[in-house]
């Protein structure tokens, strides 16, 4: 007789076990590669947070300097303002005499029978309108007014000869610039 061996039980075993195992690796490997991902997901999350956190506090940072800027911008329009101010009140208190030495130079420099009528003043020009006894005084007032140091450039605008009562006189009107600051 003749002894049998049937190895297919075997065979059938060990290809079970190596179809388990293989199954695990598979499995294990699908795990480890979710746990992977899992991980990566999480730690680019934290990353994108972390500059989305440093992104918003560098915008609150600029927001702080663009309100300081525009405080500056404001204290430097005031601060111009001011200067502008000052420079006029300087001024006003350095014109403020010229006032007095330009009346009394204009007294000074009228020839007699010379006498204003009006007497208009539009920036650093002056308008005067007046009668004199005769033309010849008129250019006196005109060459006194030249030879001022505060008065230049007379103009005679109108010269004109009417009766006046029983005297014939001369209305005139001329304009003068005023210097600003006389040459002494």
Sequence with gaps: MMTRLNLLPWREIRRKDQDRQLLSLAIGAWILTGLIVFYGHLHVSGLINDQNQRNDFLNQEIAKVDKQIKEIKELKKQRQALIARMNVIYELQGDRTQVVHVFDDLVRKLPEGIYFNKLQQKGKAFTIEGVAQSNARVSALMRNLE??????????????????????VSEFKLTVKQVSKPTD
């Design 147 to 168: 030879a001022s140091t505060w008065f230049a450039d007379p103009n005679l605008n109108v010269i004109k000869v009417v009766e006046y009562g029983t005297d014939r």
